[in-house]
């Protein structure tokens, strides 16, 4: 019994003594409050130095000064202590300007806001195919022979019904080409199992959108105009995804094909 109260004891004055922080003055000669020079003898050129020791105000001071004496618009992008702002990012246009009323930008990385661009992007591209597709599909019925008519929303199950293997062409051709976005856009496996959350991001190097596929050559040379074409694109992609669902909602209710 002894012995177990004397180990209770000694367990609880360790713990105690782990949390009894020691008493530290920060002193610092880098902070030199005062500077003397021994002016009686002018052979001497010894210099006294004297440091005092800093309060809480004062070091408070002195860290606020450090921050505000680089300033973080002068820090090149990218590079340690630059500050990243999504309102200064690419994609924002008349007549909204940086427009984002659900939140979704607020306190996020640079990393976080290029999954959300390279996400409008391709969704923008999607739509703009996609109202193509509405279009010529209800405007213009010549594919398999005629046999699919009435709504574009049912089309897909009419080809699927002529042609039980359709599906598996239209999921093919979207694995190869979100595969391949994979491989060139996306993070190696090794450096996501490197992440807090082990969650995938784009490339450092990947700019979203870009997938090196330009077959007619109308990539512009010069980067004014590059981010011109950039703009126009993703203003049709938005203005694509709200017309598309459009015209999924009003042919849903009226079972009527629009053009």
Not at 2 to 14: D, G, N, P, S, Y
Not at 173 to 196: F, R, S, V, Y
Not at 225 to 248: P, W
Request: proline share 6%; hydrophobic share 45%.
């Amino acid at each position: 019994m002894f012995i177990k109260c004397f180990a209770l004891l000694i367990a609880v004055l360790t713990v105690c003594n782990a949390f009894n922080l020691p008493r530290v003055s920060i002193r610092s000669n880098k902070f030199i409050r005062s500077t003397e020079v021994d002016t009686t003898t002018p052979t001497d050129s010894t210099t006294t130095q004297t440091v005092q020791d800093l309060n809480l105000d004062q070091m408070f001071d002195v860290f606020e000064k450090a921050d505000t004496t680089i300033p973080a618009s002068s820090i090149p992008k990218g590079q340690p202590g630059s500050v990243f702002k999504p309102k200064d990012a690419f994609g924002s246009s008349g007549p909204f300007g940086f427009f984002d009323p659900a939140g979704f930008t607020i306190d996020i990385n640079e990393d976080q806001f290029k999954l959300y661009q390279e996400a409008e992007i391709k969704h923008g591209r999607v739509s703009m195919i996609a109202f193509l597709g509405l279009v010529f599909g209800e405007a213009f019925p010549i594919f398999f022979n005629g046999e699919i008519t009435g709504p574009a929303i049912y089309q897909f199950q009419q080809a699927d019904a002529i042609y039980p293997n359709f599906w598996l062409l239209v999921t093919w051709a979207i694995a190869m080409i979100e595969g391949q976005t994979i491989i060139t856009a996306w993070q190696p496996l090794e450096e996501t199992l490197k992440e807090p959350l082990g969650v995938a991001k784009l490339s450092k190097t990947h700019i979203p959108g870009d997938l090196k596929f330009d077959p007619l050559n109308l990539k512009p040379k010069n980067e004014k105009d590059l981010k011109q074409l950039k703009l126009k694109e993703i203003n049709n992609g938005r203005l694509a995804m709200i017309g598309v669902v459009g015209i999924v909602v009003q042919e849903l209710v009226s079972g009527q094909v629009i053009f």
